[in-house]
Structures are given as C-alpha cells and as structure tokens.
C-alpha cells in the first residue's frame, strides 16, 4: 500500500504545547476589549472634528472604514508578528501555520474573515475547540494554523493528509497533521 504525502508534512508539538479551551476564550475577551477600546477612541476625535466643522458631516463612514482596518491590522500582522495581540501576549500564546512557520497575511485574513462571513459560528467554533485534540478552531483546521504556547518548538514532523468529518450536519474535510502511532509494546 502507497502512502499519500502529496499535501507534504507538517509539525506537531506536545499536548501541553496547545492553547487549551480557556487561554482561547481569555485571549478573543481581551482582543474584543481592545479593539472595541480602540473604536471608541477613534470615534471620539471623529465626532469632535465633525462637530467643529460642519454639522452635516457624518463620521460614522469614515469612523467604520478606519476601524475595520485597524482590525485588520491589530488581528492579522499583529497577531502573526512576534509583537502579537494583547490577549497574545497576556496569555503567553503564538499563532504558526501547520508546518510550524509564521503565517502569511493571506492566510491570516482568511481566518479572520471566516469570524465575519462563516461558514462557521461562534458557538460551534468554541464546542469544535474544546474537542479538538490539537485545540484547533474550525478557523485554524480550515487555515491550516496551531495556537500555541509562546516558544513552543515542534517535537517531530508527519505527514499532512485530509481528514474528513461527518456530524451534527456537516461534512467536513482538511488537511490535518497525523501524528505517528506510538510504538506498540508487546508483553507476549
């Protein structure tokens, strides 16, 4: 039997190494809370620029299209910078691609956006975390991405094959690391 390694290889680390359920939960609080810090101190000079020159002017399209790109900026290049987010550094966490490299902007807005436009929910993204043996988000499965403990490095390397999942509704297929089975000892 042939063995498919055309998706190539990937690393995987020690289960210790991945940001379980709760350090994921604190980190999208804290990221929330600055961001959402940060929309009000940009609305702020906003309004008052608009209300010194002219009453007519609304702010509020300025005011989303510069929020949304300092989302972008503080959840993309932040995130995969070795600066990282607050909650990142609070939390002690990096974000790797499955090959255990730093992301691409690409790919980091890819996962970014699938929180805006799906396919996947808040809710089944957080219960898809808390049973995933890599503590890996839909986002990060479908992104090819690891939340891990800051300094994490890989123990070994295997190859990269898609996985497929049937349930609640969904078919469900990515590329996923598979481990090497351990070593079966024989007391025979």
């Known amino acids: 039997m042939t063995t498919d390694n055309s998706l190539g290889n990937g690393a995987y680390y020690e289960s210790d190494d991945y940001a379980g ?12 809370i600055v961001i959402l810090i940060a929309g009000v101190l940009l609305w702020i000079p906003l309004l008052t620029i608009s209300w010194n020159l002219s009453q007519t002017f609304d702010p509020s399209g300025l005011f989303f299209l510069l929020w949304a790109v300092l989302t972008w900026v503080y959840l993309v290049p932040l995130k995969s910078s070795r600066l990282r987010t607050i ?11 499955t090959r255990g490299e730093r992301p ?10 699938m929180w805006l436009f799906g396919p996947f929910n808040f809710v089944l993204d957080l219960i898809w975390l808390g049973a995933d043996t890599e503590g890996q988000s839909l986002r990060d499965c479908y992104a090819g991405k690891y939340v891990l403990r800051n300094g ?5 390397f295997a190859p990269v094959h898609l996985t497929r999942y049937n349930g609640a509704g969904l078919n469900l297929a990515y590329p996923r690391v598979v481990r090497p089975k351990p070593d079966s000892v024989d007391d025979g």
């Open 21 to 32: 359920f709760m350090r994921r939960v604190g980190v999208l609080v804290i990221d929330t």
């Open 87 to 97: 909650g990142y550094r609070l939390f002690d966490l990096m974000i790797v691609t």
């Open 104 to 113: 691409s902007l690409f790919t980091m807005t890819f996962r970014m956006l």
């Open 152 to 156: 994490a490095e890989p123990i070994g």
